[in-house]
């Protein structure tokens, strides 16, 4: 009896592996098939997970009047007494042009001259406030979008 070679071993080899890969292929396709014809899948979502997404989605729409811009920060203050107080005196000047406003961001009251959406008009705005509040700074803040 003649030894077969080495590459007709392999060659059968071959086949039989192309057979296995086409019958697990076969299988996975049926069970796809068998996965589609079953219909729709329904999911019960708990109302508390209902709730907590509708008032997420809420917030998300309340939020979309808002940009990122500008404010100028001109002091802060622990008392709301003390920022009510340096409001009044900056509203004098740039109130009517700007609008000041006290924010309290734990733990202080900070007061803000104005929302710019440019960088170019709160420098400008900083240039003339400073003047008055040689402290004041231009802080990067979430502001409201502005009416065109």
Request: net charge positive.
């Amino acid at each position: 009896m003649k030894p077969k070679r080495f590459s007709t071993l392999f060659a059968s080899f071959s086949n039989m592996r192309k057979s296995w890969i086409l019958a697990v292929l076969f299988l996975l396709s049926e069970s796809i098939q068998e996965a589609k014809a079953q219909g729709r899948v329904e999911v019960e979502v708990e109302p508390s997970v209902k709730v907590m997404e509708e008032t997420r989605t809420a917030r998300r729409k309340a939020n979309s009047d808002k940009v990122r811009g500008y404010r100028i920060l001109i002091g802060f203050f622990s008392s709301r007494a003390e920022a009510e107080a340096l409001k009044e005196q900056a509203n004098e000047p740039f109130g009517g042009k700007y609008g000041v406003t006290v924010i309290y961001d734990e733990p202080n009251f900070k007061v803000y001259v104005g929302q710019f959406t440019l960088s170019d008009d709160a420098d400008a705005a900083l240039v003339e406030i400073r003047r008055k509040f040689s402290g004041a700074t231009r802080i990067s803040d979430i502001i409201r979008r502005q009416a065109k």
